[in-house]
């Protein structure tokens, strides 16, 4: 009977979880990868405790807060919180209905989740680990005092509710790259640490197409406004920003920021084969991120930050040397797509076309930047190309505006100075000396 009882409170909390789930978190309870997820964490979490409560020890080194950390990372906080309620009172009562349990285990559960929330660095997960066993500890001591126990009991109990926190510590940093391996996931740590300019393929593209390198970090700064206008995952974006056309680096003398001045490659080419060329930048970008294992997240960016667009200006050319009874496939002149699926995708792909764009602003004044970007991001609604996102209008005046304040200080100029009129002595040639003054040298 007794485990009879235990298998129903479990059904009976876990179909409390996935009601909540199915109401505020539709696409985690429609997402494979992310019950999945969250089950086998739980699953592990269940067989671990099982062991700590036949073990010689005070049930308080549970390490709930470690499950809840790890889902809060690889799902989201609120589902780690929904976890932490549902096994704080599941495993308080398996381990003999103490309210003390239920209460430490879920203060320790919740503020680790918190903690680590928007984590971007492994030292996050230690602090989480360390702040959640503290918590605990001090519920510990609380209940101790409110229960006028021995002070050596409840501190001792206290001190293992600390070592259940610093337990924590080592299940995330263990089950998280495990995890992030076997789901194709991507935490905000992982992201960081692709967002590293020394990686080899940005070095790779510093070399071989030094205009794209640029383009991209500047795209990514424009992502990276945008995303926080709106409350997207700016760190995502800026990543995926900056591996986005890594697919130039083979055949980057195509592409105008990496010309430098020389005559165009597509000078002697066909408007057909020039756009070839142009739409295989994505094809290519893909096979070479997965040569260098990038992440499924970052891969996305690279086949949809184009989307299904139309290259205008090839397919302009190719209008013009077209004869009457002939027929255009527009379609050759389109990228394969898929359109953006996300809006950090979306984000990149306007972002991508306002840079481009705005480079050939021969006087990029606020009124102009801000008409450069309306008319682009209002032909790409046009061309359906935010259909498959969940942009709205309210974000895309955000974005506006966050594109325009940013590129709006990249083309800031500095103020013309008068000049110096007053004859120099000799070759005018000046030098700082370290008394703060200029001396001039030249002959006497």
Not at 56 to 75: E, K
């Amino acid at each position: 009977p007794y485990l009879t009882g235990i298998l129903f409170l479990l059904i009976v909390l876990m179909g409390v979880g996935i009601s909540y789930l199915a109401v505020m978190e539709k696409k985690i309870i429609t997402s494979p990868k992310d019950v999945s997820i969250i089950l086998i964490n739980c699953l592990i979490l269940i067989v671990i405790s099982q062991f700590l409560i036949q073990a010689p020890y005070p049930d308080y080194v549970i390490p709930l807060s470690g499950c809840a950390m790890l889902v809060a990372l690889l799902v989201n906080a609120n589902t780690a919180f929904i976890v932490s309620i549902i096994f704080s009172i599941f495993l308080g009562v398996v381990a003999g209905g103490k309210i003390e349990i239920i209460i430490a285990l879920f203060v320790a559960g919740f503020i680790g989740a918190y903690m680590v929330r928007d984590a971007r660095r492994r030292s996050r997960i230690i602090l989480a680990g360390i702040v959640s066993g503290a918590a605990s500890m001090f519920a510990i001591m609380a209940i101790g005092l409110l229960n006028n126990l021995d002070f050596k009991i409840y501190m001792y109990e206290a001190l293992w509710g600390f070592a259940g926190g610093v337990f924590s510590i080592f299940w995330v940093m263990g089950f998280l790259p495990l995890f992030e391996y076997l789901f194709k996931t991507t935490t905000n740590i992982t992201l960081l640490e692709l967002s590293d300019l020394n990686h080899p393929l940005l070095k790779e593209l510093t070399l071989n197409a030094p205009g794209t390198y640029q383009h991209c970090v500047v795209v990514g700064n424009l992502a990276d406004a945008a995303c926080e206008a709106i409350g997207a995952n700016s760190l995502l974006a800026k990543v995926g920003a900056y591996y986005h056309d890594i697919g130039k680096i083979e055949k980057g003398e195509y592409f105008s920021e990496n010309e430098m001045g020389a005559q165009s490659k597509h000078s002697k080419l066909t408007p057909s084969m020039s756009a070839l060329i142009i739409t295989n930048h994505v094809k290519d970008g893909i096979d070479l991120a997965k040569k260098y294992n990038l992440n499924p997240k970052v891969i996305d960016f690279i086949a949809q930050h184009h989307g299904t667009g139309l290259i205008y200006y090839f397919y302009q050319r190719a209008l013009e040397k077209v004869k009457d009874n002939e027929a255009l496939n527009e379609d050759e002149f389109r990228y394969p797509g898929p359109k953006p699926q996300t809006k950090e995708a979306a984000i990149v792909l306007l972002a991508d076309s306002v840079e481009a764009s705005s480079r050939a602003l021969s006087d990029p004044t606020p009124g102009r930047i801000r008409g450069l970007v309306q008319k682009i991001i209002n032909n790409k609604f046009i061309d359906n190309q935010l259909d498959e996102c969940d942009l709205t209008l309210k974000d895309l005046n955000k974005i506006a505006a966050s594109f325009v304040r940013v590129l709006t200080a990249v083309f800031h100029t500095r103020l013309d100075y008068p000049k110096n009129n007053k004859k120099k002595n000799g070759n005018g040639m000046k030098k700082f000396n370290f008394k703060g003054k200029f001396r001039t040298y030249g002959n006497k």
